[in-house]
């Protein structure tokens, strides 16, 4: 990937989204994912699964108090997946003319 | 819920769109990840009972201790349950200065408040040291609140 191309699984809204609430804190609990994002629990399960075979996302499963709580990271490569991106992304929009963005 | 004009599945955003989701999203979350105000008291109380426990008599100390270390990880797992989120004091960026200097803090105010007990001092220091200690973490907890969140707006620590 040069460094003007972006990560095609980053690079979707929803996605991106995920990844950045996700670096901002170690763990996030699904529900809040989708608080956050207004999807309902299918299209967040589904777009999840796509950065969890990318190897970007891990998938923890906790019982508290009887209840099942399912609790989202971003992994050392999704990490690394997110700065590369934003690099990119910064690039990008420097290299593109204002009146075209 | 944001609303952008886009797709939020697939549709590949702009890269001003992309910028402009990246700065809503950090300070959605900035603002969503506030710690609410009785967490400072309860990491204070615990942080400061540590120290204030070794006033005990010996048998008594260690229950004293587990005790606070119960209060610290009940607030901590409320905290958690309050949010939607798990976060390490360690974490990269602001907030690890500010978590390591904690840790020297308390540590060196512990180990006074053990050494003033072990030369026969009065129980009334590790209390006096407790409080104090107590002050102290519950206004860094806040300075580390306040950090991470400006590490969530500057994208710093991700």
């Known amino acids: ?45 589904k777009q999840l699964r796509q950065l ?4 970007y996302v891990a998938v923890r499963k906790a019982t508290v108090a009887s209840r099942q709580r399912t609790w989202l990271s971003l992994t050392r490569a999704g990490e690394r997946a997110l700065r590369t991106y934003l690099r990119a992304l910064t690039r990008l929009t420097e290299a593109v003319p204002a009146s075209r963005r | 819920m944001l609303h952008t004009s886009f797709d939020p599945t697939d549709d590949a955003p702009t ?19 506030a710690t609410p105000w009785w967490y400072p008291i309860i990491y204070g109380a615990g942080v400061g009972g540590l120290a204030a426990s070794l006033a005990l008599p ?5 229950l004293g ?18 949010t939607g989120l798990r976060v390490s004091g360690w974490r990269a960026g602001a907030t690890r200065h500010i978590a390591l200097r904690m840790g020297l803090i ?10 003033s007990r072990a030369r026969g001092g009065s129980p009334l220091i590790p209390v006096a040291l407790g409080v104090l200690l107590g002050v102290i973490a519950a206004q860094t907890s806040k300075a580390w609140d306040r950090a991470w969140r400006a590490d969530m707006l500057s994208g710093e620590g991700a």
């Open chain 2, 15 to 33: 890269p001003t769109d992309a910028h402009a989701l990246i700065a809503r999203t950090r300070a959605r979350m900035a603002a969503r990840a």
């Open chain 1, 52 to 55: 969890e075979d990318a190897g």
């Open chain 2, 106 to 115: 308390m540590l060196s105010v512990i180990a006074l408040a053990g050494l």
């Open chain 1, 1 to 45: 990937m040069s460094a003007l191309q972006l990560d095609p699984v980053m690079h979707a809204p929803l996605r991106l989204q995920l990844c950045v609430i996700l670096s901002t804190c170690d763990e996030a609990e699904f529900a809040l994912l989708r608080d956050e994002t207004g999807v309902s629990d299918s299209v967040l399960s």
């Open chain 2, 65 to 82: 201790l587990a005790a606070c270390l119960s209060v610290l990880l009940g607030g901590y797992a409320a905290w958690q349950a309050h």
């Open chain 2, 58 to 62: 010996v048998r008594l100390a260690p």
